[in-house]
């Protein structure tokens, strides 16, 4: 086999488990096709020697999010907001195992939220306006104490300047 073929299959097989993994967005369609008809903005001839490969790198943002990382946007919220998050956003929940007591849950509850606040960027509130939820209620006072800001046009929480 040919150098450039290996390089080439092992350049996409990166790129697939790049994409599987959740660093990059990667669209692939190999073979010789018609591409430049079929390129859509974002989308470039990942090897124009051989034309194999039509590859789109491409970013979820969050309508109202500045920034959003290739692990997402965190949010905050009452469990049945928490329900519906868009792409591209996570919950703490599955991060959070039942320890029994509620001095505990908060415990873990806390330990999570601050790594998550340590990453610097901004965590969204799906519950806006909803003030029944003892532990949202002490997730907000924790981000506010920390001196994070509410947006109340985005729900985001920003962090410190």
Same mark, same amino acid.
């Given at each position: 086999?040919?150098?450039?073929?290996?390089?080439?299959?092992?350049?996409? /097989? @990166?790129?697939?488990?790049?994409?599987?993994?959740?660093?990059? =967005?990667?669209?692939?369609? +190999? *073979?010789?096709?018609?591409? =430049?008809?079929?390129? !859509?903005?974002?989308?470039?001839?990942?090897?124009?020697?051989? !034309? $194999?490969?039509? /590859?789109? &790198?491409? @970013?979820? $943002?969050?309508?109202?999010?500045?920034?959003? @990382?290739?692990? *997402?946007?965190?949010? /905050?919220g009452r469990?049945?907001?928490?329900?519906?998050?868009?792409?591209?956003?996570? +919950?703490? $929940?599955?991060?959070?195992?039942?320890?029994?007591?509620?001095?505990?849950?908060?415990?873990?509850?806390? *330990?999570?939220?601050?790594?998550?606040?340590?990453?610097?960027?901004?965590i969204r509130?799906? =519950?806006?306006?909803?003030?029944? #939820?003892? &532990? $949202?209620?002490?997730?907000?006072?924790?981000?506010?104490?920390? #001196?994070? @800001?509410?947006?109340?046009?985005?729900?985001?929480?920003?962090?410190?300047?």
């Amino acid at each position: 086999m040919q150098p450039w073929k290996i390089l080439t299959k092992l350049l996409l /097989i @990166t790129l697939l488990a790049l994409s599987a993994s959740g660093v990059v =967005s990667a669209k692939v369609a +190999s *073979g010789l096709q018609n591409l =430049s008809p079929g390129l !859509h903005q974002g989308e470039t001839v990942f090897n124009p020697l051989t !034309h $194999l490969a039509k /590859i789109d &790198f491409s @970013t979820t $943002l969050t309508p109202g999010s500045p920034v959003v @990382t290739k692990e *997402g946007t965190t949010v /905050i919220g009452r469990v049945k907001d928490l329900q519906k998050l868009n792409k591209g956003e996570k +919950s703490l $929940l599955d991060r959070l195992p039942n320890q029994g007591s509620p001095k505990a849950n908060w415990k873990q509850n806390s *330990g999570v939220l601050r790594q998550e606040m340590n990453k610097g960027q901004p965590i969204r509130d799906a =519950s806006p306006g909803d003030t029944a #939820g003892q &532990f $949202l209620n002490a997730e907000r006072n924790l981000l506010r104490d920390r #001196g994070w @800001t509410l947006d109340p046009k985005t729900n985001y929480w920003n962090p410190p300047k």
